[in-house]
């Protein structure tokens, strides 16, 4: 934003009223007169609020790369009935890393039910970094994960990896979910947003916030009823965690910019030691919701077992996040002055 100053301006007092709307400015002097420039941490501010400030002459705002994404400021995503928003209350999604059986999609539907999650996360199509990983039980396991969650009143997340799974996907699932290695695959991009359907969108993990917000307006462009911005760690130097959960961008684009956005501590740590704290310190960022990991079985999950949480670690972090039916409240295993 510049905001140019009329001449007879008193320039330390236009900057103080500035600076009480949180933008910093830094004073520019060009043939046609004054002017001063925002600087790029300062908070959205309306061209109105500013032009009314004595002295001021006219603001002048670039037109926003992301308009539908900054339209979306405040306003609510709706999946399933349940809705994911700044104001609406927190969602738990949770469920194990891929689906592997129709027993574990049941026995997972289940846990996750009695303990007040919404959805069911689980892979069907799975990324794997090696060629010669297992890379899931694909059309079997979203049929085995619908029904599960149908039998327990849970709506369906999971990741679409290629434009030519992407019906056969939506088919089954509720949200459908972009992955972090995906986050810039435009061709995937359109052709998700295209089936006019909510959609989850994990960070790249070497993405920049302001990448991140272009590829969601690539799916709002194509037609996505709505996207939920999910952080789930960007790459750091310190092997002790699997990734690193960027909390600032999930305040930046709770708070900043109005959007819903979930945090995923299980990729985000690597760690199930640390899922419940920095569950915490998402939902104390602003994040409207955690996807988790959660295996019946952890020890034995055949992708990302370390990063899953046993049912009954699911129950404190559910009743952290204040969705823990009361019904199961007494019945924790873990109590609140065990973990903090
Ligand atoms: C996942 O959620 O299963 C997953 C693979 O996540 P990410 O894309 O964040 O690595
Ligand atoms: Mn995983």
């Given at each position: 934003m510049i905001i140019t100053l009329s001449p007879d301006?008193?320039?330390?007092?236009?900057?103080?009223?500035?600076?009480?709307?949180?933008?910093?400015?830094?004073?520019?002097?060009?043939?046609?007169?004054?002017?001063?420039?925002v600087g790029p941490h300062s908070p959205p501010v309306a061209a109105e609020a500013v032009r009314a400030v004595d002295g001021v002459a006219d603001v002048l705002t670039p037109p926003s790369p992301h308009p539908k994404v900054d339209a979306a400021r405040g306003a609510r995503v709706e999946v399933a009935g349940v809705p994911f928003g700044v104001d609406a209350p927190p969602v738990l999604i949770a469920g194990p890393c891929s689906v592997e059986s129709e027993q574990t999609a049941h026995e997972a539907a289940e846990a996750l039910a009695a303990r007040g999650a919404r959805f069911m996360r689980g892979g069907a199509f799975k990324p794997?970094?090696?060629?010669?990983?297992?890379?899931?039980?694909?059309?079997?396991?979203?049929?085995?994960?619908?029904?599960?969650?149908?039998?327990?009143?849970?709506?369906?997340?999971?990741?679409?990896?290629?434009?030519?799974?992407?019906?056969?996907?939506?088919?089954?699932?509720?949200?459908?979910?972009?992955?972090?290695?995906?986050?810039?695959?435009?061709?995937?991009?359109?052709?998700?947003?295209?089936?006019?359907?909510?959609?989850?969108?994990?960070?790249?993990?070497?993405?920049?916030?302001?990448?991140?917000?272009?590829?969601?307006?690539?799916?709002?462009?194509?037609?996505?009823?709505?996207?939920?911005?999910?952080?789930?760690?960007?790459?750091?130097?310190?092997?002790?965690?699997?990734?690193m959960l960027d909390l600032a961008a999930v305040a930046l684009l709770s708070h900043v910019h109005g959007l819903p956005v979930l945090v995923d501590p299980s990729h985000g740590t690597g760690r199930r030691d640390l899922i419940a704290p920095m569950s915490r310190a998402g939902r104390a960022a602003g994040a409207c919701g955690l996807i988790v990991e959660m295996h019946p079985d952890a020890e034995r999950a055949r992708s990302d077992g370390p990063q899953a949480l046993t049912p009954n670690e699911l129950t404190g972090v559910a009743a952290d996040l204040g969705v823990l039916p009361a019904s199961r409240r007494g019945a924790s295993p873990w109590p609140q002055e065990a973990h903090r």
């Open positions: 301006a008193d320039v330390r007092r236009v900057q103080q009223k500035l600076t009480v709307m949180g933008l910093w400015t830094q004073l520019t002097e060009g043939v046609r007169g004054r002017a001063l420039v794997r970094t090696s060629p010669y990983s297992y890379t899931g039980h694909g059309v079997d396991a979203l049929r085995w994960m619908r029904a599960a969650a149908d039998a327990h009143g849970l709506g369906v997340v999971t990741e679409i990896m290629s434009e030519v799974d992407a019906e056969l996907v939506a088919e089954h699932a509720d949200l459908l979910q972009i992955g972090s290695r995906n986050m810039q695959n435009f061709a995937l991009l359109k052709a998700v947003g295209a089936l006019g359907r909510p959609v989850l969108l994990k960070r790249g993990m070497g993405a920049q916030i302001e990448e991140w917000l272009l590829a969601g307006e690539h799916l709002l462009a194509a037609g996505a009823a709505g996207v939920i911005f999910c952080e789930r760690g960007v790459h750091g130097f310190d092997p002790s965690t699997r990734y």
